[in-house]
């Protein structure tokens, strides 16, 4: 079964850190970017992180932009987010998701069920 | 960065009934760049339309997108009881921030 897999997510206290994981299952990530993307309770959907299939570039959302970090490792078919200096508005579901170039159309065709991230004291 | 604004908020309609999205961007886009997904919550995202009008692997025939320009619309011709949801729209032209709509929450009347 054709699948990304999200894990990490749990409650933490503002000012801390944690580490979300994508594993892929049924697919190869290698040849992909894959997005990170989030929704906070009762809200819709944000773009927050982008890593292209090499790793040779990395995209932010402003609102993370030097405090998470996005990588990845292509021999354990496994994309990261490291979350630092984490606030309360943080606090939302966290998706992975692939991305797709076809002919000039971009797209995200495969997503993960998401990993729940809460940011409170 | 392009905004999307979806409309309307919430749609109320019966199992059977057709049901008529609206996305509205900011400024003019490429169809190529305008994407439709249905999320139900605890869920996964799911993709139904790439490229404003390509049904995606998958989809039935009952969803279909049309647009161009600033104005792009999805129909589900046919309501099915799995898709009442929430949908959003998405732009995504290769260059960051992909951006997405604020959703329409499709409901059962």
């Known amino acids: 079964q054709v699948q990304l897999v999200e894990s990490g997510g749990g409650v933490v206290q503002p000012g801390r850190s944690l580490r979300l994981s994508c594993a892929a299952s049924?697919?190869?990530?290698?040849?992909?970017?894959i997005h990170w993307v989030r929704q906070a309770p009762g809200k819709g959907l944000e773009w927050v992180a982008f890593i292209q299939n090499d790793g040779g570039r990395e995209n932010y959302a402003d609102s993370v932009k030097g405090r998470f970090t996005i990588s990845r490792d292509n021999s354990k078919n496994t994309v990261y987010l490291q979350m630092n200096s984490l606030r309360a508005e943080a606090t939302a579901v966290y998706f992975c998701a692939r991305d797709i170039w076809d002919s000039g159309r971009y797209y995200t065709d495969i997503w993960g069920q998401g990993t729940l991230v809460t940011v409170s004291s | 960065e392009i905004v999307l604004t979806q409309s309307p908020g919430t749609l109320s309609l019966f199992p059977g009934e057709r049901a008529t999205l609206s996305c509205r961007a900011s400024?003019?886009?490429?169809?190529?760049?305008l994407n439709w997904y249905h999320h139900k919550p605890g869920q996964a995202p799911r993709l139904l339309i790439y490229?404003?009008?390509s049904r995606a692997t998958g989809i039935p025939d009952r969803f279909s997108g049309s647009g161009s320009g600033t104005d792009f619309t999805l129909t589900i011709s046919r309501l099915e009881p799995e898709d009442f949801a929430v949908y959003y729209c998405q732009h995504y032209d290769s260059s960051l921030p992909l951006t997405f709509g604020g959703g329409t929450k499709v409901e059962i009347k």
């Open positions: 400024q003019s886009i490429s169809s190529n760049h």
């Open positions: 049924g697919l190869t990530l290698r040849n992909h970017g």
């Open positions: 490229g404003a009008s």
